[in-house]
């Protein structure tokens, strides 16, 4: 079963507007962590974002929040002002698992394109 | 300050031959990962390891070996390559705890014909 789901293979979006990316997930540990990161077309790995389900408050990292609703168990990825260097590949990722052996899963990632 | 470097970037195998991918990190951390990505399918975990000597089998672990004999390497084996193994492949580290997040290399692009 999917740990991470994320629905939306492509979005576009307008330059300035904000877009929110969808993120589900499945667990049954108590501690969990949510990640986002970006791949742009260059092929790298980069690090937005990150919430603890322990976390009472929203992350926020500039532009980027995190609106996390744990009894939903969704954690989307709000992008505030888009800028053409937005354009990019964008994954959610949960880190879990008992005691000592956190594993960090993926979902297969929404394509976004910001449109001048 | 070099961080998680992936040795080789780019690599051409026959079917059947063997191959070593090598991850180092040098930030000291205790996690490892390996995952590969295709088209469509995000970055599925083929295999990770939790500190020196100990490993643990991910989503799709099938074909594919690992080691970790030292903290700051983390070896991933192709015994007998298969075309359904072309892919991209992206070693991760993690300093240990909760709220940390994983350093990426920048991937392998593997292609088996």
């Known amino acids: 079963a999917q740990k991470i789901t994320q629905t939306q293979p492509g979005m576009f979006v307008q330059e300035k507007e904000a877009v929110t990316l969808d993120c589900t997930y499945d667990?049954?540990?108590?501690?969990?962590?949510l990640f986002w990161y970006k791949q742009p077309s260059s092929g790298e790995m980069i690090f937005l974002i990150y919430?603890?389900?322990?976390?009472?408050q929203n992350a926020t990292e500039g532009r980027y929040s995190l609106n996390f609703q744990k009894a939903r168990k969704s954690a989307n990825l709000v992008i505030s002002a888009s800028q053409l260097g937005d354009s990019a590949m964008y994954f959610c990722a949960m880190r879990e698992g008992p005691g000592g052996y956190q594993k960090v899963t993926f979902g297969t990632g929404t394509k976004l394109q910001v449109i001048p | 300050n070099a961080g998680v470097t992936q040795t080789p970037k780019f690599r051409v195998l026959k079917t059947g031959q063997s191959m070593t991918l090598l991850c180092a990190q040098d930030?000291?951390?205790?996690?490892m990962y390996w995952y590969r990505q295709d088209p469509g399918m995000g970055l599925r975990l083929i295999h990770y390891?939790?500190?020196?000597?100990?490993?643990a089998k991910g989503e799709v672990p099938d074909g594919y070996n690992v080691s970790r004999l030292k903290k700051q390497n983390f070896l991933l084996g192709l015994e007998s390559a298969a075309p359904s193994q072309t892919s991209v492949y992206f070693c991760a580290s993690r300093k240990w705890g909760r709220d940390t997040e994983a350093f990426f290399g920048q991937g392998t692009r593997l292609t088996v014909v």
């Open positions: 667990t049954s540990d108590q501690s969990y962590g």
């Open positions: 930030m000291n951390h205790e996690y």
């Open positions: 919430q603890g389900s322990y976390d009472e």
């Open positions: 390891s939790v500190g020196e000597g100990t490993t």
